[in-house]
């Protein structure tokens, strides 16, 4: 087969990143936070059956936004990926870094070969089984892996939800505290979410193995009218004035994004 | 490691057990004289000798399982016997499978252990990777099927034999299955005992138990049990106080598995030592 027509390898890159953008943000977004207790991730989900966010290993948890069936597949690898290893070895020797890298090799790997990159973001987190070094990886769709601390936002409206999140979040608030505030910048100034609007989980501290929790509608309608959501702190407020629009999600992720994946590009 | 991706034709689904199989992860079948800890004397003997050593032939154990009114109770002894010696005086042969079922093995114990591994990463592998838990009956006929690929295994000496239970959420009551060595699975209706040591067990659980028996009850008779077995059969272990080494006894009823402690175990022990003494059983059939 010959190329029919001779198009600039920057030019495929973009045209894929644009498209992979598109079917992102036409889904709703996630937030992958820390609370006193461990992880917690809110994500606005209508369905009760079809889940963003779900269990990979003891103390290991993913969510993603996007296409669903295609999200679902990494998911399900991820499963086999930390069983087989668990297996293999020891269940200890499970972890979201080496899990987060092999997801990033792939996504990395399918952007720049496949015909048609993933259309998803994935979150994959870990809670620290002693202290509270608790860690949130967040994959997008080329492969790009950021490592956070505190809060982490998948999805379409990903600016503009961070910066609200970024004027709420506290370390160490509690597990109401967390959702309200989750659940206060997902929807914004203007619309409101109720609890079977969302999907929530937690990977928390306790007696079991299996660290992996879903917090039902009932207990999140709860824990949403139990009070305000946390105040915005003026500094952050002001902050995020500055970066409004929503359109761009290129510089927020640039600032801590560890590039790895796609490095073939470096060996033409 | 890459991520484990599957063409649509080739998907190994919820299994775990295929997935190893597809990913060649599966671990090289043991040679049967490398097992040097068998519960059971039969690790030792050789292929040519293995189909005398077979059929309800001694296994170095003794297992209980009795429903209780709120579930099940099981209890298994913690010796595993290597010929006339003893090779541990403080191995588990009782686990939890899954939150609300428990396994418990008797046979070769390096086998056995590996199977129950297995069985466990499966059924929480289902569980992730459907989203919902198997049924009790389901998890029932997973194990058989482990035990039945296991044959080949067992006809050169290594044989396994699990007893399995659980709560089943769906009929709210606790339930009993036992496993012949083809993988052949039988529902129990009240108790079971497995083991070189079972059938002292069974007849002591036998006469103690009735229906609708409390939690208490039930774990003092499966104490009971296990101290009778231990009294006829050199290959199951006693309570060792000396060490501290107790039987395992568990619960699983609708709350989940639960491992009672150390202490409510010699607890019971001493319990049944009292009625022994006081019956005067104690003086044994020689003096």
């Known amino acids: 087969m010959t190329m029919p027509y001779y198009v600039a390898p920057e030019q495929v890159m973009k045209d894929r990143a644009e498209y992979a953008q598109k079917g992102i943000a036409r889904g709703r977004s996630l937030i992958g936070t820390t609370y006193d207790r461990g992880v917690l991730i809110v994500a606005e989900n209508p369905s009760s059956t079809l889940h963003k966010i779900s269990e990979i290993y003891d103390r290991v948890a993913f969510a993603g936004v996007g296409r669903y069936n295609e999200f679902d597949q990494l998911r399900v690898a991820g499963v086999r990926h930390a069983d087989t290893k668990g297996y293999a070895y020891s269940r200890e020797d499970v972890d979201a870094r080496s899990l987060a890298t092999v997801y990033a090799q792939y996504l990395g790997q399918v952007f720049t070969h496949e015909m048609k990159p993933l259309e998803v973001e994935i979150l994959v987190a870990e809670l620290d089984p002693v202290g509270d070094a608790h860690q949130l990886f967040h994959i997008a769709y080329d492969g790009t892996v950021a490592d956070e601390q505190r809060f982490t936002v998948l999805g379409g409206d990903a600016e503009a939800i961070a910066n609200r999140m970024a004027a709420r979040f506290h370390q160490g608030w509690t597990l109401g505290e967390g959702i309200r505030g989750c659940v206060a910048s997902l929807s914004g100034p203007t619309r409101t979410l109720r609890g079977d609007d969302l999907e929530v989980a937690v990977l928390e501290h306790g007696p079991w193995r299996r660290t992996f929790r879903r917090i039902d509608d009932a207990e999140v309608s709860e824990l949403l009218a139990d009070g305000e959501p946390p105040e915005l702190t003026v500094t952050a407020a002001s902050a995020a004035e500055g970066k409004s629009e929503a359109g761009s999600r290129k510089p927020s992720r640039d600032e801590d994004a560890a590039e790895t994946g796609d490095a073939p590009a470096g060996e033409a | 490691?890459?991520?484990?991706?599957?063409?649509?034709?080739?998907?190994?689904?919820?299994?775990?057990?295929?997935?190893?199989?597809?990913?060649?992860?599966?671990?090289?079948?043991?040679?049967?004289?490398?097992?040097?800890?068998?519960?059971?004397?039969?690790?030792?003997?050789?292929?040519?000798?293995?189909?005398?050593?077979?059929?309800?032939?001694?296994?170095?154990?003794?297992?209980?399982?009795?429903?209780?009114?709120?579930?099940?109770?099981?209890?298994?002894?913690?010796?595993?016997?290597?010929?006339?010696?003893?090779?541990?005086?403080?191995?588990?042969?009782?686990?939890?499978?899954?939150?609300?079922?428990?396994?418990a093995i008797a046979g070769a114990a390096g086998t056995a252990v590996e199977m129950v591994r297995l069985f466990q990463t499966q059924l929480e592998h289902y569980e992730k990777v459907e989203g919902t838990r198997l049924s009790l009956e389901g998890k029932a006929n997973q194990l058989g099927q482990m035990v039945g690929a296991n044959l080949a295994m067992a006809m050169q000496g290594l044989v396994v034999i699990p007893l399995f239970a659980g709560y089943d959420l769906r009929l709210k009551r606790g339930r009993i299955f036992t496993y012949d060595v083809t993988g052949g699975r039988f529902e129990e209706s009240d108790f079971h005992a497995t083991g070189s040591g079972g059938r002292d067990a069974k007849s002591t659980v036998k006469l103690g138990y009735r229906e609708h028996l409390g939690r208490d009850e039930a774990v003092e008779l499966a104490v009971a049990a296990l101290y009778e077995a231990?009294?006829?059969?050199?290959?199951?272990?006693?309570?060792?106080?000396?060490?501290?080494?107790?039987?395992?006894?568990?619960?699983?009823?609708?709350?989940?598995y639960r491992r009672l402690e150390d202490t409510e175990v010699a607890e019971r022990f001493q319990n049944v030592l009292e009625q022994r003494r006081e019956r005067g059983a104690g003086s044994g059939e020689s003096s």
Do not use: C, N, W
């Open chain 2, 1 to 103: 490691m890459s991520l484990p991706l599957f063409p649509s034709g080739g998907d190994p689904g919820p299994s775990f057990t295929e997935l190893l199989r597809r990913t060649r992860l599966a671990g090289p079948q043991i040679p049967p004289g490398a097992v040097s800890d068998a519960v059971s004397s039969p690790g030792r003997q050789l292929p040519g000798a293995a189909m005398t050593s077979m059929p309800g032939v001694a296994h170095g154990t003794t297992i209980v399982a009795l429903l209780y009114e709120e579930g099940v109770v099981v209890a298994g002894d913690r010796r595993a016997t290597d010929g006339h010696q003893i090779a541990h005086r403080s191995i588990e042969k009782v686990f939890p499978a899954d939150r609300h079922s428990a396994v």
């Open chain 2, 230 to 256: 231990a009294d006829e059969d050199t290959a199951t272990g006693g309570p060792d106080p000396l060490r501290g080494i107790y039987p395992v006894v568990a619960t699983v009823d609708a709350e989940g």
